[in-house]
Each structure stands twice: as structure tokens, then as C-alpha cells.
Nanobody, 121 residues
């Protein structure tokens, strides 16, 4: 599967952004999908994940209640980010894996190129 993330940008604290990840490949619907991020000088970390049917989601504690992950039938994954904070500044990546959702970076073999999100205070 090939992934292409978009939707990043510069936003003030308290604002919102919606990231998208376009997936190609006939079996997209059977992949669990996730969003990860890497802040400057930090390791890549888990943000959110969704099952291939969309019925199960999980979030990092730092974004719970502010971010929402979703997917549609048109090969697109989304991350709605509300109440953004300066500490959310990072490059955001979408990822895919076969099987159930996971929160560990190494469990995802397919990755998009990343989109920059910058939150100013």
C-alpha cells in the first residue's frame, strides 16, 4: 500500500487542522491505519489508530479528547485535530499494517512521507 499525507500547516494554539492520508492499493480497506508524529529532537510517537473496519480506535493520552481519527471507503484516512497546543508541533505521518491496530511504530511496515504541523503560542 502507498500512502500520501497532507493537510498540515501553521495554526495558532486553540485552533484546528484536519490531516488526510490518501491510500492506494486494492486491499486498503483491510489495513489498520495509524497516525504518528515526530517533534524536533524527539523519537517518532504514536498518536492514534483505527481498525480496518473503522469500528475500533485508540489514542495516545496526550491527544485523547482533542483528536479524532476516521477513515472512509474512498481510500482516505483522516485526523481531525482540535484545541491544538504548541506541544503538538511535529511532522505527522500516516502508516498502515495488516491485522489489528497497534500503537508501536515498528509494527507498521508502510508509511507516508509526513506533513508538518506547527502550532504557535
Amino acid at each position: 500500500v502507498q500512502l500520501q499525507a497532507s493537510g498540515g500547516g501553521l495554526v495558532r494554539a486553540g485552533g484546528s487542522l484536519r490531516l488526510s492520508c490518501a491510500a492506494s492499493g486494492r486491499t486498503y480497506r483491510r489495513y489498520a491505519m495509524g497516525w504518528f508524529r515526530r517533534a524536533p529532537g524527539m523519537e517518532r510517537e504514536f498518536v492514534a489508530a483505527i481498525s480496518w473496519r473503522g469500528g475500533s480506535t485508540t489514542y495516545a493520552d496526550s491527544v485523547k479528547g482533542r483528536f479524532t481519527i476516521s477513515r472512509d471507503d474512498a481510500n482516505t484516512l483522516y485526523l481531525q485535530m482540535n484545541s491544538l497546543k504548541p506541544e503538538d508541533t511535529a511532522v505527522y505521518y500516516c502508516a498502515a499494517r495488516q491485522g489489528s491496530i497497534r500503537t508501536i511504530t515498528s509494527e507498521y511496515p508502510w508509511w507516508g512521507q509526513g506533513t508538518q504541523v506547527t502550532v504557535s503560542s
